[in-house]
RNA sequence: GCCGCCUUAGCUCAGUUGGUUAGAGCACUGGUUUGUGGAACCAGGGGUCCCCCGUUCAAGCCGGGGAGGCGGUA
């Protein structure tokens, strides 16, 4: 179905515009003063103001349109008000697109052993020097605007799953009454976005109990968090089947931390725009590469003498100008230019994969562009000749 | 020639007063990675403990002989 598109190329406001939908995906831009997000997008991860072993002019070359960067160690390391005296995060990482910061609040979860979680927030120790330190609502807003962030995340707290119903729920309104907070803390900022998160497991009642809360605040953007925290794809499509349409339909829905290509797949079949994950870049640093043939691992012995590039029908530099047998050779010495390439060419592949899921919404054959997704992973790589 | 030291996994080496199935790092063969504490982590294969003889219930370890290597010395 198409839709008129309403965006502008350089906005001075945060806006959403859909384009068009196909079943419950959905394709369209946020635009930003930095710039216009297509959508479903895919986000790089660049905890520590840098997408590991990437320039940020080859990042966007793989056709990012917005990075994420991170509130826990960019506060720590080199703290916000360092970022914010040296003109905030996109001038000091040299990306002058969109940057969405995560609030910290992952970090309760992944950091659970330093943490003592209380209704005000959360205080831990940092794994750098030990030093205390304290993440609240208010605060976790305050270091995102410094930081200068486009797309402010809520300060939430992301439980590990499987959990028990009880400690779901109690986590989730905690979530709630935090979302509340981080509204109010946010303020109104023009030309910058503040996105609520919706928790509740694979609870479906907690879910939508959630989203009623996170929409009766009013956000520019809705996530969905807690999922591929343990519990399975098949589980996380479960409760992908009904989450998004407890959103409104007029704002970005942005599935946080998610994953690998069928799951971003997935993930937009069932209604997603947005997604961020650290596989790609972590992947291509220890070997894992993700092509349309499927998963290959370079450090295998089978790539040795293998003139062939890593996927055919990639344009990447590592699938342009490298064979399997250099890439693996580089792996296997430990050059540095193995995680430049691997990383950059996962990063393209995501990327490849998001474009062609935006035209085949636009089209109206995502069906068949998912059919032919899957039938290339299906035939599986080829053997070294 | 003589003196000293050394010889244990592909490589570099641990191995206690003799005591279960001889270990580590690297290398090798695989695997894992989902809002990055990760160029990380996990698992696996691989041994005539230089050889022979002896002592002992039991020898990588103790004794004797031999082979090879390194260093010193005339």
């Not at 997935?266 to 070997?287: E, F, H, N, Q, Y």
Request: glycine share 10%; proline share 5%.
């Amino acid at each position: 179905m198409k839709i008129p598109r309403k965006g502008t190329e350089m906005s001075e406001k945060f806006s959403f515009s859909l384009n068009a939908t196909d079943g419950a995906a959905r394709s369209g831009v946020i635009s930003t003063p930095r710039g216009d997000i297509r959508t479903p997008a895919f986000m790089p991860v660049g905890t520590a103001a840098t997408v590991k072993a990437m320039m940020p002019e080859s990042v966007r070359a793989t056709g990012a349109d917005i990075l994420l960067g991170n509130t826990y160690h960019l506060m720590l390391r080199p703290t916000a008000e360092r970022i914010e005296r040296l003109g905030g995060l996109h001038k000091f990482m040299n990306w002058e697109r969109p940057i969405l910061t995560d609030s910290g609040g992952f970090q309760v979860m992944s950091l659970a052993e330093l943490r003592k979680l209380t209704e005000e927030g959360v205080t831990f120790k940092s794994h750098i020097d030990g030093s205390k330190h304290a993440l609240t609502p208010e605060r976790s807003m305050e270091i995102q605007r410094m930081l200068g962030s486009d797309i402010v995340m809520c300060f939430d707290e992301c439980p590990a799953l499987p959990a028990d119903r009880a400690r779901i729920a109690e986590s989730m309104r905690l979530s709630m009454r935090w979302a509340d907070r981080s509204r109010e803390a946010f303020g109104d900022r023009p030309g910058h976005a503040l996105f609520g998160i919706m928790q509740g497991g694979l609870e479906q009642d907690l879910r939508e109990e959630s989203a009623k809360a996170l929409t009766d605040i009013g956000f520019d953007g809705y996530a969905v968090g807690g999922l591929a925290v343990g519990e399975g794809q098949e589980a996380m499509f479960g409760c992908l089947d009904y989450a998004p349409g407890y959103l409104p339909v007029d704002k970005p829905r942005y599935l946080m931390g998610v994953g690998k290509p069928d799951d971003i797949v997935g993930a937009v079949k069932r209604g997603i725009d947005m997604m961020d994950c650290v596989l790609p870049s972590r992947s291509g640093r220890t070997g894992q590469v993700f092509t349309r043939r499927g998963v290959i691992n370079i450090k295998n012995a089978r790539h040795a003498e293998d003139p062939r590039p890593l996927d055919a029908e990639c344009s990447c530099p590592a699938c342009s100008s490298y064979s399997r047998a250099y890439l693996h050779h580089v792996f296997r010495a430990n050059e540095m230019i193995s995680g430049m390439l691997l990383t950059w060419h996962n990063l393209h592949y995501f990327q490849d994969i998001m474009q062609g899921m935006r035209d085949a919404i636009a089209a109206g054959s995502f069906d068949a562009w998912e059919a032919e997704f899957h039938a290339g992973r299906a035939q599986g790589d080829i053997a070294p000749i």
